[in-house]
């Protein structure tokens, strides 16, 4: 998303904090029943400050994908000269509105042994919205017996 490398989004968020998605993330998982109301206020609560998101949204930042509309990488990841060579488990809200199919794709290439669990109906916090899911799935990977042939 062009808005979280400009700072577009902040400028928003600080103008107007009722557009913050984070504190509307919040209110959605208390009211249809992901998390305890009460958590989700405190959750909503500590978004309320900007230095807490920002340092979020700066992660999103340093990302070497464009979030809207999929890989934008830079050179040195376009080299394709690097992999991760050891079984890697990536787990996917299906629902994630940040990290798309396009972009899970793009990253597929730079890993030599990826396994991608999907999880339909779930969003961009997996841990967070199917705890007993995402072990599930942790798991069934870990009980795989992935062997690199490196000790």
Known sequence: MAGFKSGALEAAWQRDPSSNPFTAWFQQAASDGRMPADEAALYAKAWADPDRWRAAIDW????PFDLDVGPDLPDWVQAGDWHVTAPTLLIWGEADPVFTAKTREAMASYFNQLTVACLPDIGHNPLRDAPARVAAAMAGF???GHDDGEH
């Open 60 to 63: 999103y930042r340093a990302s």
């Open 142 to 144: 870990l009980d795989q």
